[in-house]
């Protein structure tokens, strides 16, 4: 398959050495705003900052290119993305997170939601830590956490950053620590104790090779699709 990669910083660099080791050929690596040609790319997948994120995908759907975004922080124009990608028939691919291990994670926190829903004495909580260098705050993938107890659990309408502003609201707060690449906890506290479910990478490999995987399946598919098609997670 040949790649482009949109984005060429921490992760577009650990997508080549997955993608090289797969078998593939990257023909485009791109770290700013230029012109390439994108239709010299089978798939392309963008892993760049979310103000590059909308041009990087619409570029690519309106060449007919299918295309994987990991970028985080731009999903105020995740719809208008998905009506182009309709509109063109193209093919499209965003996670907060591609990796296997936070995938069965974002399964766990919706069915431990379901549970809690009955339970009231019990508060959820999110905590994220990342990297100084990340540009965002919360993290996709924290959003992404909420939004599934909010699905899950009628206590909850609502997420916030740092402190929650009414009982229905889950709160998040975003650490930034040298180096993390990326920690999730989530806690249920009660007056008389706390359950806790976490998911700890310890590198990049999981975020890389699950964008890698999702690259290759997309090839020859039309349609906006999530992680859940490419995993298959209801048959895990
Ligand atoms: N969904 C997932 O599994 C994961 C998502 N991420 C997200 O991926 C994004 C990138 O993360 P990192 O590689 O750690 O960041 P990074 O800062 O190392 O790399 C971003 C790269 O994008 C480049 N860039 C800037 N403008 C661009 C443009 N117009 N077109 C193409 N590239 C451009 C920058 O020069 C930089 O090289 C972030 O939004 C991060 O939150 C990170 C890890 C996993
Ligand atoms: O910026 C990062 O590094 C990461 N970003 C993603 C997010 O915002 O959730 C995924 C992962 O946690 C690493």
Known sequence: ????????????????????????????KTSQDKD?????????????????AYNNISNCLNHNVPVISGTTGWLEKY?????????????????SNFSLGVNIFFELNQYLAKMMAKLED????IEE????????APSGTAITLAEGIIQNNKAYNNWELDKAKDAKTIAIEAKRITDVPGT?????????????IEHEAHNRQ??????VIAAEWIIDKTGVFTMKDVLNIGSL
């Open 36 to 52: 390439y040609d994108i239709t010299t790319a089978d798939v392309a997948i963008d892993f760049s900052v979310p103000s590059a």
């Open 122 to 125: 019990y508060k959820v909580d």
């Open 184 to 196: 999730h906890i989530i806690s249920y506290t009660s007056p008389i104790d706390t359950i806790k």
């Open 79 to 95: 719809n208008a993305i998905v009506s182009l990608c309709e509109k063109q028939k193209g093919a499209f691919i965003y996670a």
């Open 1 to 28: 398959m040949k790649i482009a990669l949109l984005g060429y910083g921490r992760m577009g660099k650990a997508i080549e050495a997955i993608a090289l080791q797969r078998g593939h050929t990257i023909v485009i």
């Open 206 to 211: 999981g975020f890389a090779l699950g964008a």
């Open 129 to 136: 830590i990342h990297h100084t260098q990340k540009l965002d």
